[in-house]
């Protein structure tokens, strides 16, 4: 039942920042205990986890990303989005919202997936 679709600019120009917005119907963002996250594919290469941001307000990031990488949430709009600064030709990537439920206390997955979104950075 739950959807989610990606939104955002297809194109973004090195140094700016790449934002993205995830739109989720048919569930709400605040439901304990899913997480939403942002996960992205670069071209020949496998995914890669970004980030999430949990049903509490609570966000958390992939090391490799967290400097330059921020999650937030509009509960108003049910939608949460990324924001992705200082962006180079590396970044760019078909990148996926996703909603992440739990397992046990330690572990979740990713159960429901938007499409994907490409987004390209050039200049």
């Known amino acids: 039942q739950v959807q989610l679709q990606e939104s955002g600019p297809g194109l973004v120009k090195p140094s700016q920042a790449l934002s993205l917005t995830c739109t989720v119907s048919g569930g709400s963002i605040t439901t304990n205990y899913y997480y939403w996250s942002w996960i992205r594919q670069p071209p020949g290469k496998g995914l890669e986890w970004m980030g999430a941001i949990g049903y509490s307000g609570s966000t958390v990031y992939s090391p490799s990303l967290k400097s330059r990488t921020s999650i937030s949430r509009d509960t108003s709009k049910n939608q949460f989005t990324l924001q992705l600064r200082s962006v180079t030709p590396e970044d760019t990537a078909v990148y996926y919202c996703?909603?992440?439920?739990?397992?046990?206390?330690?572990?979740?997955?990713?159960?429901?997936w938007g499409q994907g979104t490409l987004v390209t950075v050039s200049s």
């Open positions: 996703a909603r992440e439920a739990p397992v046990n206390f330690s572990y979740r997955y990713l159960e429901v």
